[in-house]
């Protein structure tokens, strides 16, 4: 059986694809390199970084969303998972989880799902995680701004 999700002040990032070892390493690399200012000439300055706990467990190798939602611990509303797609894809476009608190009228609901609401997914590249996790994080922005800016094919690249 697999256990719940651990609690952290960061946003979980979950491994969930265990196939490819250098791949799972340059996608850590990739999202735990802080992103460039472009804007700021400033050399002292680190650049964006997102936020992360790095859930690298095989327990939870090839869970689904909904079995992930089931872990995650109950205040979390943003997860990001590493699965197959994130590993094989040049772009390594992880899949976000925005969880959404039960509307007024889903209080009375049963069921997991409905515990927490509904879920809303995306891809975002790894090199723009910074983006999407600080914002969402510090409520900057929101969900739908990020769903309005990925491309056609779903991926959030940056705006």
């Not at 999202?31 to 200012?37: L, W, Y």
């Not at 467990?57 to 979390?76: K, S």
């Not at 891809?123 to 914002?135: H, M, Y």
Request: aromatic residues 6%; charged residues 35%.
């Amino acid at each position: 059986m697999t256990t719940k999700l651990p609690q952290s002040e960061d946003t979980l990032l979950i491994r969930t694809d265990f196939s490819d070892e250098a791949a799972w390493q340059a996608l850590r690399v990739a999202v735990t390199t802080p992103a460039e200012d472009e804007a700021d000439d400033d050399d002292d300055e680190d650049g964006f970084l997102a936020m992360l706990h790095i859930v690298d467990e095989p327990a939870y190798e090839g869970l689904t969303t909904q079995e992930i939602v089931a872990l995650a611990p109950e205040d979390d509303d943003l997860l990001i998972v590493a699965d197959q797609r994130a590993m094989t894809d040049p772009e390594m476009p992880l899949l976000a989880i925005h969880l959404r608190a039960p509307d007024d009228e889903d209080e009375d609901a049963e069921g997991e799902d409905e515990r927490r609401g509904t879920t809303d997914e995306l891809r975002v590249v790894a090199r723009e995680l910074w983006s999407l996790e600080n914002n969402i994080a510090m409520a900057n922005m929101d969900w739908e701004e990020f769903v309005e800016a990925a491309e056609d094919d779903g991926v959030f690249r940056g705006f």
